[in-house]
T-cell receptor, first 116, second 109 residues
Framework: GAVVSQHPSWVICKSGTSVKIECRSL??????MFWYRQFPKQSLMLMATSNEGSKATYEQGVEKDKFLINHASLTLSTLTVTSAHPEDSSFYIC????????????FGPGTRLTVL | KNEVEQSPQNLTAQEGEFITINCSYS?????LHWLQQHPGGGIVSLFM???GKKKHGRLIATINIQEKHSSLHITASHPRDSAVYIC???????????FGGGTRVLVKP
C-alpha cells in the first residue's frame, strides 16, 4: 500500500513553454503533499507544501508564480513549471502523507525535466 | 554547519559485509527518516523513528535522542543495496523534512 505515482516520469521541453507534473496517491488520501527539487549529486530541496483545498506554502526563494501548485483533491497535486528555462532542468519529486509532516512521507518516483 | 550531517559520504563494501551509516543532527526533532534513493532517482522511505530501534529484513535503524544521533545498518550487504541513503529529520519546532547530504553506498559482488 501507500503508493505515490508521478506523471510524466521524464519530459523534455523548449525554453519558454510550461510543463505540468502530476502527483497522485494511488491507494490513500493525502492531506498533505510536498514538492521537492533535486539537482545532480545534491540532496532534496523542499519547494512547497501543499494541503488539499488551500494555497501551497512556498519555501523561501521559490517563486510561486513560476512554480504553480494545485492540490484540488485528496489524491492529486500538480506542479506547473511556467515559462521554463534551462536552469529549471532538474529532478522533481513529490511526496504525500496522511496527516501532515509528522506522518510517514511516501515518495513518488520523480520526474526528470530537461529544458532545451 | 548543516543541521543534519551524514557520514561517510561514500562507502564501498564487498558483498556480505556489514554496513553502518551515521546521521547526527543539531536540532530538536519529532522524528527521523531514513530514505533510500536508487540510481534511477526513485525514493523509498525505509524507516521513520522517534526512539529506539526498528528492523526490517536486513536493515536496522537506531536512534539516540539524547545524543542526537541515528545509525542505519545493513547486514549481509548485497549489490542491490547499492544506492544513496538519506537521513532526514522533522524539527520539533517546525513541520518540514530537513535532509542530510546522503551516503552513496556501493556494494561490490
Amino acid at each position: 500500500g501507500a503508493v505515490v505515482s508521478q506523471h510524466p516520469s521524464w519530459v523534455i521541453c523548449k525554453s519558454g513553454t510550461s510543463v505540468k507534473i502530476e502527483c497522485r496517491s494511488l491507494d490513500f488520501q493525502a492531506t498533505t503533499m510536498f514538492w521537492y527539487r533535486q539537482f545532480p549529486k545534491q540532496s532534496l530541496m523542499l519547494m512547497a507544501t501543499s494541503n488539499e483545498g488551500s494555497k501551497a506554502t512556498y519555501e523561501q526563494g521559490v517563486e510561486k508564480d513560476k512554480f504553480l501548485i494545485n492540490h484540488a483533491s485528496l489524491t492529486l497535486s500538480t506542479l506547473t513549471v511556467t515559462s521554463a528555462h534551462p536552469e529549471d532542468s532538474s529532478f522533481y519529486i513529490c511526496s504525500a502523507s496522511l496527516a501532515g509532516t509528522t506522518d510517514t512521507q511516501y515518495f513518488g518516483p520523480g520526474t526528470r525535466l530537461t529544458v532545451l | 554547519k548543516n543541521e543534519v550531517e551524514q557520514s561517510p559520504q561514500n562507502l564501498t563494501a564487498q558483498e556480505g559485509e556489514f554496513i553502518t551509516i551515521n546521521c547526527s543532527y543539531s536540532v530538536g526533532i519529532s522524528a527521523l527518516h531514513w530514505l533510500q534513493q536508487h540510481p534511477g532517482g526513485g525514493i523509498v522511505s525505509l524507516f521513520m523513528l522517534s526512539s529506539g530501534k526498528k528492523k526490517h529484513g536486513r536493515l536496522i535503524a537506531t536512534i539516540n535522542i539524547q545524543e542526537k544521533h541515528s545509525s542505519l545498518h545493513i547486514t549481509a550487504s548485497h549489490p542491490r543495496d547499492s544506492a544513496v541513503y538519506i537521513c532526514a529529520v522533522i524539527k520539533a519546532a517546525g513541520n518540514k523534512l530537513t535532509f542530510g547530504g546522503g551516503t552513496r553506498v556501493l556494494v561490490k559482488p
